[in-house]
């Protein structure tokens, strides 16, 4: 592969209708790459979990995917409250998602640590006031 | 079993545009919780749910499900439909409840979805 593909999605805040359109995009494109099943629906859950999020907690944020030969880096940025005890947020079964969210199927407590679980390498770094930044890596040969 | 067989056995009212009986269906799920559909449900499995937004259609593209059931007399948003379409996602609906629907495909053969085990951090 040549120059590293690179997809960057603007998620709206609380938009249930439109959520899971740009992980469905990234999903759609590493598919078209020849890129495995198995790590395509790894992928797949990173970014929608992360895209979830970003519509839940965050009033949106910025979901980006760069795929290069060996690894998709997939970063949520966002500007919202931020967490601020991430190891607890990290616990299954914590969750601090609205009544809105939990009706549609979400707010188990599971979305950080399912990305954790399919990730290679994970990184969050959150300020309470300013946003939070969430990275994930998955190699293709691996 | 296929998708055809599998809709007699639980009664259930189709919308598809695809050819059901070429749709096989080995495992299935049930589960109305999306994050732990993400989790714990290998990718073939058949999902079984009593949420009918359109996000349930999402989580079934995203693990690449060959379709979703709406137990319990739901019936699904307008929305939820038309992107099922889009997707080749067949939607049955059924008047039992999940319970019903989990045992009748269980003495009919439909085996569980496999859980993949937590990744090495």
Do not use: W
Request: with cysteine.
């Amino acid at each position: 592969m040549a120059a590293p593909v690179c997809l960057e999605y603007r998620i709206e805040g609380n938009n249930f209708m439109t959520a899971g359109t740009a992980s469905n995009n990234i999903k759609n494109t590493l598919k078209m790459l020849g890129i495995q099943s198995e790590v395509c629906r790894r992928a797949a859950v990173i970014a929608y979990e992360a895209e979830i999020n970003l519509v839940i907690h965050a009033n949106g944020g910025i979901l980006k995917a760069v795929i290069s030969e060996d690894r998709l880096e997939i970063t949520a940025k966002d500007e919202g409250p931020g967490i601020p005890d991430i190891e607890q947020a990290m616990t299954e079964g914590y969750t601090t998602a609205s009544n809105q969210a939990r009706e549609m199927g979400f707010g188990a407590g599971m979305g950080l640590p399912n990305i954790k679980r399919n990730s290679d390498l994970f990184e969050i770094e959150s300020t309470p006031g300013e946003g939070t930044m969430l990275k994930s890596t998955v190699f293709f040969n691996k | 079993m296929n998708l055809k067989e599998l809709a007699g056995i639980i009664d259930a009212e189709v919308i598809s545009d695809v050819d059901l009986s070429e749709i096989d269906v080995p495992n299935a799920y049930a589960c109305d919780l999306m994050s732990d559909v993400l989790a714990f449900c290998s990718p073939g499995s058949l999902l079984l749910t009593g949420l009918t937004n359109i996000q349930i259609v999402r989580t079934a593209q995203m693990l690449d499900l060959p379709a979703v059931v709406f137990v319990r007399g739901k019936i699904p948003l307008e929305e939820t439909v038309s992107l099922a379409k889009e997707n080749g996602i067949p939607v049955l609906l059924t008047k039992y409840s999940l319970y019903e629907v989990c045992g009748k495909l269980y003495a009919a053969g439909v085996k569980p979805s496999y859980v993949p085990q937590p990744r090495e951090a």
